[in-house]
């Protein structure tokens, strides 16, 4: 009788403390998450238009698909060093590794747009990434990450390393063969 009153004793403190009671993101990084899943999907729109418009020997599919590689690279790159700066506790806010990695990454983005768009709507610019300017999508991918790092910087470790794996999940770029 007394070990269950000692268990019933420790499972009401845990709940009144919040323990396994699952916290609500917060509103900044749901905006963060969202800003960088909607400049990777527009990215990847491209690509069922690429994979329709040429077949895989023709150099223009090789060149794009190429690009697209790179890119992905690039990205997978920069989310893996948010999700190791989120796992370590670094302040990203002052990595300027994290900063090199966005800049990489927006340069092979970069690259892919203006072949992309190219090939499959001759130049025309319809999406908001490829009117941003390069600096403004360093900026979308720097401030959005940081504010994910500050929302779970002050965490312990095991709160740290799972948010960091659910962010590289949800963030991370497709290979060509999986966008359909």
């Not at 994979?51 to 690039?74: H, S, V, W």
């Not at 302040?91 to 990489?104: T, V």
């Not at 900026?139 to 312990?156: F, R, S």
Request: hydrophobic share 45%; charged share 25%.
């Amino acid at each position: 009788m007394r070990s269950k009153l000692a268990l019933l004793a420790v499972v009401s403190m845990l709940l009144a403390l919040g323990a396994g009671c699952p916290k609500e993101t917060p509103p900044a990084v749901v905006k963060a998450g969202n800003a960088l899943i909607e400049s990777r999907d527009s990215v990847t729109v491209l690509i069922p238009r690429i994979k329709k418009a040429f077949k895989e020997t023709d150099p223009n599919y090789i060149q794009a698909r190429g690009l697209y590689d790179k890119t992905m690279a690039a990205n997978n790159a920069w989310v893996h060093s948010l999700k190791m700066g989120i796992q370590d506790n670094q302040d990203l806010d002052k990595s300027a590794a994290f900063k090199e990695q966005a800049q990489k990454a927006i340069d092979a983005t970069d690259a892919f747009l203006k072949c992309g768009k190219t090939l499959t709507e001759g130049g025309v610019r319809l999406y908001s990434l490829s009117i941003v300017g390069g600096a403004e999508i360093v900026k979308i991918l720097v401030e959005n990450g940081i504010t994910i790092w500050k929302a779970y910087h002050a965490e312990n470790e095991a709160g740290r390393l799972a948010k960091a794996d659910r962010y590289a999940k949800e963030l991370m770029w497709k290979t060509w063969e999986e966008v359909k």
